[in-house]
């Protein structure tokens, strides 16, 4: 097993480029999980890899292959501290928005460099936004992580303020679902909050391995339908995702919130398990 | 000008293949045309371009040059019968959703077969069916051709009997807005009605190609919140696009329509100005 800084496979083969004719390319038919690399090793990954196979089963496609996914990953090089994007789509055929009847998918292993976010944010909490653009309503699509993200750009595109680390997304019919990239854990006092995701929103990984640890410790954890009014008033407001591990909200749109006890417990989890990428996990 | 059967440019060169990185594939952020090739020529080509024109706008991106879309015509191998698909995506770069900040943005012309129909769907009209799938308010998205199309790609899967041509489209708040690759028009005696694109759905070329000539004729045209009882009571149903030109809806769910009487009128407009892949323009 030689490894030759490969840093992106195709159906398991080096490769930079995709087919123009690729149904990921045409209409971003397909799904895709966004992994921390930690040690030299995917954090998460069986959980990554549920969500990649529940996307396939709603979106039609044939289940994912483990050993195939595990062939690429003893093929790229994984660095110490990264990003392994692993993507499916439906690949190349079809008429039109008819799906091929001879079905090949595309699969993409790849790896990115680890996003560099200033160290406070971990320690003092992040400053957010709320977003114009908002969530669609469509159960069809919500929860899996498809292909189909122009709410999140157009979402992202809406400020440029570097010390405004995230932007939180309502939808259409003003619930607050999650941020541009990351869910949103929303601490209620006795209990802990998180969105429905059954309209809109992604599933998050980081997210679900978190409350499991908080029910473990017998916290309630509840899916709720939550409004910006909920959020001010809580007892402080968490970001997740795989590769930050948690953020405490310091502030929305500069009203302070309440922090909450236990952000600094669920980053310790975090860190203990190095299974993101961030302070205490990362060499500096 | 020597043409060497190129059917495919990426940013103005000789290509079958796009970066992994591409955020077209990444996150679907782009937007396509699907333009006729009629005798060698791509037809409504201004108006196609136009609608890529608002599209970039609400993306975000910068206009489209339309010296370099000319640039790609003069050097792709244009069919005497095909359809040419341009399209732009984001480009490469960004952190994450976040658009980058020197932006090059991706362009792609292809060449691809036309698509084959039974002539009887433009003579005897065509037999249609309800999809299951929703389209999302969405008003940030809609009216504009972008790559985001998995609702598309769900409600053509809900079907693989060959005599269905179609699948009609209704929001999630179940007015009738497209079928899943044309645009509706609605006979409705005394004037034609089209479904509002405002919240979800594509603003097609074809149709306000057609929507044109009969307001010229002194045919009233409106906008309109259509639900299926319209469609069933209303004086007939056509289907429209680029490729196909104009069908008239027969059956819906076996269910008969009315014929519209101005069925045969359009579809003659379409075929004297050579506008779309139909019997009577492509030799058989």
């Known amino acids: 097993m030689s490894r030759r800084d490969i ?6 083969r080096p490769a930079a480029s995709i087919a123009v004719a690729d149904r990921g390319l045409a209409y971003g038919d397909g799904l895709f999980e966004t992994i921390a690399v930690v040690d030299g090793q995917p954090r998460l990954l069986p959980a990554h890899l549920q969500r990649l196979q529940r996307g396939c089963q709603r979106l039609g496609l044939p289940p994912s292959d483990q050993d195939e ?15 392994l994007r692993l993507s499916v789509t439906r690949g190349v055929g079809g008429q039109g928005y008819a799906p091929p009847t001879s079905l090949r998918c595309t699969r993409i292993a790849r790896i990115l460099p680890a996003p560099r976010r200033p160290s406070e944010w971990w320690r003092d ?24 993200r122009l709410e999140q750009v157009l979402a992202r595109a809406e400020w440029q303020d570097s010390t405004i680390a995230e932007g939180l997304m309502r ?16 601490d209620a006092g006795d209990r802990l ?6 309209a809109c929103g992604v599933d998050g990984i980081m997210q679900q391995w978190l409350i499991s640890r908080a029910q473990s410790s017998g916290i309630a954890v509840e899916r709720a339908a939550l409004n910006a009014e909920a959020l001010m008033t809580s007892d402080g407001v968490m970001l997740t995702n795989s590769l930050i591990g948690l953020w405490s909200v310091r502030r929305i ?7 909450s006890a236990r ?21 500096q």
Chains 1, 2 share one sequence.
């Not at 093929?75 to 501290?81: A, E, F």
């Not at 114009?132 to 189909?148: V, Y």
């Not at 909050?193 to 059954?198: S, Y």
């Open 7 to 12: 840093d992106c496979l195709v159906d398991g």
């Open 69 to 83: 996914w595990q062939s690429d990953l003893d093929q790229i090089d994984l660095p110490c501290y990264g990003v």
């Open 125 to 148: 909490g992040i400053d957010v936004r709320w977003c114009d653009t908002r969530l669609a309503i469509q159960p069809a699509l919500a929860g899996i992580k498809h292909l189909n």
């Open 171 to 186: 939808s259409t019919r003003e619930e607050v679902i999650e941020a541009t990239s990351c869910n949103i854990i929303v």
């Open 193 to 198: 909050l998180i969105p429905d995701t059954r």
């Open 253 to 259: 749109e500069r009203s302070p919130l309440r922090r």
């Open 263 to 283: 952000a600094q417990w669920l980053q310790a989890l975090i860190a203990d398990h190095r299974l993101a990428l961030m302070p205490g996990v990362m060499a």
